[in-house]
Nanobody, 118 residues
């Protein structure tokens, strides 16, 4: 499985950004597709995930109510809609494929930078 993320960039506090991840290869319905992020000087952390075959969505407390994860099965794409961005959301965002809701990921995408200024 290869994961190709896009959509990062610069934003101001309160703005919105949309990240997309296109997956190549077969994704089993039991897999969890999602996003992790790594802020400067910090460890990578779980952001959001969903079960590819359908079901619930899962979020870190820090993004709950602001970020929304969704998928397009036909396009093998996972989308992270990020609203009400804050400088604390500044990080490299990685698209991931995991066996469990919050990881650890089995596969990582290349990462896309999100920078939010105050």
């Amino acid at each position: 499985v290869q994961l190709q993320a896009s959509g990062g960039g610069l934003a101001q506090a309160g703005d919105s950004l949309r990240l997309s991840c296109v997956a190549s290869g077969r994704i089993f319905s039991s897999s969890f597709m999602g996003w992790f992020r790594q802020a400067p000087g910090k460890e990578r952390e779980f952001v959001a995930s969903l079960k590819w075959g359908g079901g619930g969505t899962y979020y870190a407390d820090s993004v709950k109510g602001r970020f929304t994860i969704s998928k397009d099965n036909a396009k093998n794409t996972v989308i992270l809609q990020m609203n009400s961005l804050s400088p604390e959301d500044t990080a490299i965002y990685y698209c991931t494929k995991s066996q469990y809701t919050r990881g650890p990921p089995q596969y990582w995408g290349q990462g896309t930078q999100v920078t939010v200024s105050s």
